[in-house]
Structure formats: C-alpha cells, structure tokens
C-alpha cells in the first residue's frame, strides 16, 4: 500500500559506475556492470508534488445493518446495559472503515468508560423531565448547571474521542483548554440571546475554531482560518428558506379557506403551520450543512498540510430526502443504510492536501485520556465534533 | 506451524509504516518479521482489537506501536488455535449471521411496538396511581399561571360561576372524593375545558356560554373529572420520557432524537395516546353521568357544538388531531343504556328481600 513520499533522488549519490576501460585488470568482463545512463548534475532536490489524499469508506449497508441490528436487540435485552458496547462498535466500524493514503482510522474507547457515561447520562435526563416537570425549579437549576458544565463537558468528551483515535500509530488529541471552551460556551451564548440570535453563526464559527484549534495529531497541530461571512451568508439563506415556506403555507391555507376548499379553523392553521415548519426546518439544516462543511474543511490546516472539501448542495438535498424518506417509510430500519450513504458521500469529498509527506510528524508525549461521562452527554445534545 | 500474515508496523513515534509478516509463536510470542523490524512480545502483553465485520484488526504493543492488518480472518484463525476465549468472536458471529439479523429485526419491531402501545401505557398508569397527589399540586400550578395571562380574566358573572360549581356537586356524590377546584378564564373566543393535576379544572367563558343546558355543563365537567382521577397529566409526561428512552435504547445514540426523521413519528406517537386519554375520559364521564342520573346525551349535544365551532376539518388531518373523531366519540353517549337498575339477583329474589 502506497503510503511514502515520491522518491526523491539524494544529492551525492553515485552518478557513474566503473567502465570497462576503468575498471580494474582484475575484474572479469562479465562481473563490470553496463555504465549507467548519465544523470544531471545534482543541484537541489526537486520539491515533492504535493499530493491529493481522498478520505475514503469502505462501509457497506448489509453489514453495519447486521451489525447494528444485533447490537440493538443485545441492547433491549440487556436493558441498555450494552448500548455502551453498542457505540463503542459503531465508532469503531465508521472510523475503522475511514480511510486516507490506505490506512484506517482506529477507536480504542474501552467500552466500561462510556457505559458509566451513558448511566449518569440517563439519570440526569429522567432528573429532568420527570423531576422537573414536577418542580418547575429543578429544571431551571439543570439548565443553569448544564450551561455551566458544557464547556467541562465538551472539553472532556474531545479528549476522549481524540486520545482514543489512531491513525498509523500516532494518536489525536485536544487540548485540555478549559479557558477557551467557557469563553465560547458561557459568555457567547449570552451575546447571541442579546442580539436576539444575530450573532449566532458567529458563534457557529467560533465554536468550529475551539474544536479544530485545539486538536493535534501526534505535535502536529490543526488550525482553522475560516472567516465569519460565510456563515452569516449560509444561516441567512437558510433562514429566508424556512420563513419562506412558512409563509407560503400560510397563503395556501387562505386560498383554500376563501376558495371554501376547506373550512377556515384554528386547528386548520395550526396544522399547516405546523407542517411547513416542519419541512422549514428539515430544509434549513440541508442548506446549511454543506457551505458550511466546506467552508471550514478549505479553512483546516494541520501544520503545513490543508483540508478541503466540496460538498454539492444538490446532492446532500437529494441524499437528505432519500433518506428521511428511507426512515420513515421502513420504519427506522433502513437507518444503517442511510448513515452508510451519508458517510460514504461525505467523505468522498474531503481530500488533504499533503505537502511533501505526513512522515514528519512526531508522536506526543503520553498524556491522561479524558472522561468519558462527559463523552455522552455531547452526543445527548447533538453535539458533533467530527474527525 | 502458524502462517504469517502481512501486517503495516507502525512504530508509534511517527506515522511512517513498514509492511512486516506477523505469526505467533509456539512459545506464545507474537513474531514481528521484516528486512528492518525483527520483534518479539509476549502474546498477554499486545492488546489485539475484537473481530468487527472487514474493519482493519489492530495490534497495540506495550512499547507504544501498533500494528494494522487486513487479514482479519488469519489472526482470527490464530486466536483460535491458542486457544484464547472465543467471547471475542462471538459477538462477530452473531453480526455475521444473516438469519440471525432477520430475526433479531423482528423481535426489535415486535418488541418496540409492544412497548411503545401496551408496555410504556400500563407502566405509566400503574406508576401515575402510586405517586402522591400533593406533587401533582406544583404542576398543577404552572400550568395554571401559563393560562393566566394578562386579559384572561374571565367576564362570567357570579351567577353563572355558581351555576358551574353546582353542577360539579351533582357528580361528586361520595364524601371520599375531593370536589375539584374551578377556575375561569377567558382565552380569546376559544371554547374549552382543561384538566389540571392538583384536582383543578379550568373552563373558559366560551364554553360556560355555549351550553344552554346545566346537563351540557356537567357532561364536560364529567369528562374533565375523568382526566383528573386517571392521572392523565402525569400519565402523559412518563409516557413520553420512557417513549424517548426506548428510542434512545434502540437507535443506540441520543442524538437521534434531535434529527426531524425522529420528531414526526414522535409527534404522531404523543397524538395517538392523547387519543387514549380522551377516549377513558370519555367513557369515565359516560359512567359518572350514569350514576348521577343525568342523561348521557348531553354530551353528545356539547360535543357537537364544540366540533362545530372549532371548525371540522377535512379527513387527512384529522389524524393529528389529539381527539378522536367527533362522530365515534358521540356514539356511546347517544345509544340506548342499559337499565342502571340491573343487578344480579333475579326479580322473584328482589322481592324475596
């Protein structure tokens, strides 16, 4: 498997080699090696072509569905005692079949780390609803305390998910930047409920900076240079979109209503408003995501090399309507097919742009892995930290 | 003799790889062979990764590096023969197992959908009726100060407030069970009763105006009595969070239950057991109304103009309705009852007494 730098001819090597007429009388003719074709005069090494590494999967759906369906009845039987195993598995399957210049991508999460996670977890959320629906104020305190403990929480589940990725030996991590994560969780939140939301795809962006920022590979660092405008372009399309649609179900029901179609209600409304919200929203996030992923993947760099990506808007809506189709339709059950198809594609479209060879990168010193708890409560919230 | 197997060695200080042929030895060391890496380790010392489907098998040696290798089903060959615990391949047989997988799917189906409409609506009611009155009290209240916005005071006039509670006091014979307390508000021009937990029952003008009849009046209240001894309140918050549980169970992963392909099933699951409740609400005041002696068509009277007012929708979206169709709703209350005399013993017995 390819996985070396172009060769690169070294400066003093041997240019000639002895000719018959050099060589010494005691060779025989036979033993003198036929001189070799003359080379130019050794100057400096040509600078390597920079190669174009494309992320690939090899996933397929007929295995991660029996994967995952064995999985989940093991889960129900155990009570969700093995939904710890469960994810680990995932992990392991999506990342193991992720690969670059040949290689995969390993998760060495010990699942007893994430089984404790997931417990406390789930406590907290049955604290909260049942509790707290009961005791107003409970759920006003988890809130609080949940806002306070997210950038614990984050911080803690990067460098869990990081330490425990492997690429060709050398393992990821983060930062344990405790200062950063509170900035962007406690005081920027803040600010976006004071401009009453405009400052929100800021935020998006300075979250996207506390995750690439503070992720390593082995000492190699990676940095994100992405600008703000892109995201206030991307969030504005997708919010013209969904009020759009909200306002054009809104005008339907009054053509109907005065057309006498259908009887003027508040339930009739409601629906309608309900159902284009709906869609509104389902349309929202497939504008969004992929200017946004390609924004900040052409704008990630690890040390001298860079990411880049180009995802297509028309293909990610058509793949996104599929797929909710898919789950819908089949009950849920051909949710393994869709990850299949959305991480193969997703994928595909990232490349690394490597300049000159990832040889160079040195191992980091041995450091203490993070918690898991707070590996779960991320993904509870939808956080996605990609790599 | 085992055969080696290629393998990349990667020695953990950078990511630079060497194609070496692995095997283990029968001294019980694993063998790393190449022209550069000539390595031994005792086989207890490397950690190997489980068997996972074609996902590239992982070797971590204890002095930092790591091995990589597609041979998944040598080194599975390998394990075997030492003898070490098939524990690790047993969880990759029963993913490989096509058989298996169909039937694990519809166990899964069956299993879910068991829960999500027996198993989930049993243990909430069983659970409901234990817990103690007094919580429902503070949930009561909140939801009582969401309905008591500014200009909802209600423009009833004692007269017809007392006329209200009186008939509250027809349904409530037994001396055991608390008279719930009324409120009035005005919401808009809506028409509407709510059950609140605490025994509180909240009416708008609306509704006190649209019943002409004192009967009308005490139909609704019967139904919304129904909903405050059933427990319906509590009943309906832990038949969502167990019903958000499972899913999360199910689909191994909570961030699901953000994603829109999640929230519509969801949505329809909380309209269909709002549908149940109505429905033992229904058949809790068909009873209660019975017993008061107060004829039972005085539901269906309310009830139509309600439905008329609220402005019948067409057939498709009826389903996402929280209440089950005006028509099959009426229909228990307009057929001819049962003799509420009838009892067990015969007539010549009765007179025996």
């Not at chain 1, 064995?70 to 079949?97: D, E």
């Not at chain 1, 990610?316 to 189709?325: P, S």
């Not at chain 2, 649209?210 to 319906?232: C, F, N, S």
Request: glycine share 6%; charged share 15%.
């Amino acid at each position: 498997m390819e996985n070396g730098p172009l060769p690169v001819p070294e400066p003093g090597s041997p240019t000639t080699a002895p000719s018959p007429e050099t060589a010494p009388p005691e060779w025989a003719a036979s033993e003198i090696p036929p001189p070799l074709p003359p080379i130019e005069p050794a100057g400096p090494p040509p600078t390597p072509a920079p190669v174009r590494a494309t992320f690939e999967f090899h996933g397929s759906a007929q295995e991660y569905f029996r994967i995952w369906i064995v999985n989940t009845l093991l889960t129900l039987l155990t009570l969700g005692v093995f939904a710890a195993w469960a994810k680990v598995r995932k992990r392991r399957y999506l990342r193991g079949n992720t690969r670059l210049l040949g290689h995969s991508f390993h998760y060495t999460a010990e699942p007893w780390r994430v089984l404790i996670g997931l417990v406390l977890v789930t406590l907290l959320f049955l604290a909260y609803s049942v509790f707290g629906a009961v005791y107003p104020w409970v759920r006003l305190g988890a809130v609080v305390m949940i806002g306070c403990l997210m950038p614990w929480i984050v911080i803690r589940s990067m460098m869990f998910n990081a330490y425990h990725t492997v690429y060709r030996g050398l393992r990821f991590r983060c930062r344990k930047n405790y200062a950063h994560a509170f900035g962007v969780y406690l005081a920027l939140p803040v600010l976006c409920v004071v401009t009453l939301g405009l400052y929100y795809p800021a935020f998006e962006r300075r979250r996207r900076q506390l995750t690439i920022d503070n992720h390593r590979y082995g000492e190699a660092f990676f940095r994100f240079d992405g600008k703000t405008g892109p995201f206030y372009g991307a969030y504005t399309l997708g919010a013209l979109i969904f009020f759009g649609l909200v306002m054009l179900g809104q005008v339907v029901v009054t053509l109907l209503t005065l057309s006498g179609a259908l009887k003027a209600g508040a339930s009739l409304n409601f629906t309608v408003g309900f159902i284009s919200g709906l869609i509104g929203m389902f349309l929202f996030r497939i504008i969004i995501f992929p200017r946004i992923f390609n924004h900040v993947w052409n704008h990630t760099h690890l040390d001298r090399h860079s990411f880049s990506a180009s995802l297509r808007a028309g293909t990610w809506l058509k793949l996104q309507c599929v797929n909710i189709a898919a789950v819908i339709l089949s009950a849920g059950l051909l949710y393994p097919w869709t990850v299949m198809r959305t991480v193969r594609y997703t994928l595909s479209c990232l490349t690394l742009q490597i300049d000159g060879s990832l040889d160079d990168i040195q191992a980091f010193g041995q450091t203490k892995s993070g918690g898991a708890a707070g590996d779960s409560a991320a993904e509870m919230f939808g956080l996605d930290f990609g790599l | 003799m085992n055969t080696p197997f290629p393998a990349s060695y990667f020695d953990g200080r950078t990511p630079r790889s060497q194609p070496v042929m692995v095997t283990l030895l029968p001294t019980d060391e694993w063998q790393i062979e190449s022209p550069t890496v000539q390595l031994r380790h005792a086989f207890s010392a490397v950690k190997v990764s489980d068997r996972l489907a074609r996902v590239p098998r992982h070797f971590h040696l204890p002095d930092g590096a790591f091995l990589e290798t597609e041979a998944n089903d040598e080194v599975d060959a390998l394990l075997s023969r030492r003898g070490s615990s098939r524990l690790h391949l047993l969880l990759h047989r029963l993913e490989s197992h096509a058989r298996l997988a169909a039937a694990a799917t519809l166990i899964i189906v069956a299993a879910v959908t068991v829960t999500l409409y027996l198993g989930i609506p049993y243990g909430a009611r069983r659970i409901a009726l234990m817990v103690p009155t007094e919580l429902d009290q503070t949930l009561g209240q909140t939801s009582l100060r969401a309905l008591s916005g500014p200009g909802t005071n209600s423009l009833l006039s004692p007269a017809d407030k007392y006329r209200v509670r009186r008939q509250c006091l027809r349904l409530i014979t037994s001396k055991n069970e608390p008279m719930p307390r009324l409120e009035f508000r005005r919401i808009g021009d809506m028409a509407n009763a709510f059950a609140l937990p605490g025994n509180l029952i909240v009416l708008t003008d609306d509704l006190v105006r649209m019943a002409t009849t004192d009967d009308e009046l005490a139909a609704v209240l019967a139904h919304e009595i129904g909903h405050l001894r059933q427990r319906h309140a509590l009943q309906s918050l832990l038949r969502q969070s167990s019903a958000l549980l499972l899913v999360a169970t199910v689909t191994g992963d909570l961030s699901t239950l953000t994603s829109t392909a999640a929230l519509l099933p969801f949505l329809l699951l909380q309209k269909g057991y709002s549908r149940d409740f109505e429905r033992e609400a229904d058949a809790f005041a068909l009873e209660r109304l019975r017993a008061a002696g107060i004829p039972t068509t005085a539901f269906a009277t309310i009830l139509k103009k309600l439905s008329a007012q609220n402005g019948a929708v067409k057939q498709p979206f009826n389903y996402l309705n929280t209440h089950p169709e005006t028509e099959d709703r009426i229909q228990p209350f307009v057929t001819p009852a049962e003799p509420l005399e009838s009892n067990p013993l015969t007539p010549i017995e009765k007179a025996g007494r």
